[in-house]
């Protein structure tokens, strides 16, 4: 991890600090100095073609709708959620503790992020809980 970090406005409108990569870190860099539109906003991202202004919800939402077509990707859900729930499933499949996901995705509780594992049998095996109670036989 680099030295970079972003303040985020996310779900709840809750503004919190993350960590960047160096990586991304560099990318925004290289946007905000060579394609970003020279408009007096503290908003980082906008959009390209006049009039100007900061990306809205339902840009973004238009902008990963417009990707998931690109991609061939088919699903009910067609929102910007469907990349929080895809880098869940994916840290998750490649070891990532609840925790981890949880404190990636900034939930407050650890059985919102619990409900990313209902998609996985192996990992629900992992999270389930021995039961306590009698046997029904």
Not at 77 to 100: C, I, Q, Y
Request: proline share 5%; hydrophobic share 40%.
């Amino acid at each position: 991890m680099g030295g970079w970090q972003d303040n985020l406005a996310g779900k709840g409108r809750r503004e919190e600090r993350l960590p960047l990569t160096q990586e991304i870190g560099d990318a925004i860099l290289a946007y905000i100095e060579r394609a970003r539109p020279r408009v007096a906003t503290t908003r980082v991202f906008l959009t390209s073609a006049a009039p100007v202004r900061p990306l809205s919800r339902i840009a973004v939402k238009c902008i990963v709708r417009r990707a998931l077509d690109r991609a061939g990707v088919k699903s009910i859900h067609r929102g910007a959620h469907v990349l929080r729930h895809s880098a869940a499933t994916t840290m998750l499949r490649n070891g990532a503790s609840l925790a981890g996901v949880g404190a990636v995705l900034r939930h407050r509780s650890p059985s919102v992020t619990a409900l990313y594992a209902k998609v996985d049998i192996g990992l629900l095996s992992e999270i389930a809980q021995p039961w306590g109670g009698r046997l029904p036989c």
